[in-house]
């Protein structure tokens, strides 16, 4: 563990942390997406389901919505994700950096101390991305209806 003296370069931890955000979004969105048309689908009048299992919706919105349909609303999530993450990942490490003892040791409770603040700092944006994200995806499963 570096000692307190070694000073915290923020650039690069944000860089890396919105690097890993546009990565993440970009490999899980499709089952997001699916997840979320599950959620969010409607029981028709004989009480059919639109979406009998996840491979299903997948089979049903990639029939009639492309590969590009598989990731709809993603552009609005990889925009706010990436600053989401950088913040919670640079937070994680800032606190650590500032929680480490002077023997340079951090210890278990300081640990879970930076990873929960970190986590605060992740919720503050990521509650109104996530409400706008499943909109989007949403949207999908709405235009579907009515054609």
């Known amino acids: 563990m570096a000692d307190k003296q070694t000073q915290f370069r923020l ?5 890396n942390g919105g690097i890993a ?11 997001d997406l699916v997840k979320t048309r ?3 689908q409607t ?3 004989n009480g059919e389901a639109m979406y009998k299992s996840m491979v299903d919706c997948f089979r ?6 492309g590969f590009l349909g598989m990731y709809r609303g993603s552009g609005v ?13 640079t937070a994680n490490d800032f606190f650590r950096h500032k929680l480490i003892t002077k023997d340079g040791k951090l210890p278990l409770t300081h640990e879970m101390l930076s990873g929960g ?6 919720i503050v944006i990521t509650t109104p991305m996530e409400l706008l994200k499943i909109q989007l995806q949403d949207a999908g499963r709405v235009q579907g209806q009515q054609a």
């Not at 650039?11 to 860089?15: A, D, Q, R, Y």
């Not at 999530?77 to 990942?89: D, F, Q, S, V, Y």
């Open 117 to 122: 603040l970190a986590g605060l700092c992740q």
């Open 11 to 15: 650039l690069p931890k944000i860089m």
């Open 77 to 89: 999530n990889i925009l706010l994700i990436t600053p989401e993450k950088a913040i919670k990942l």
């Open 43 to 45: 029981i028709g009048p």
């Open 60 to 65: 049903k919105t990639f029939r009639s919505e």
């Open 21 to 31: 955000g546009v990565v993440g979004v970009s490999c899980v969105f499709p089952l």
């Open 38 to 40: 599950l959620q969010n």
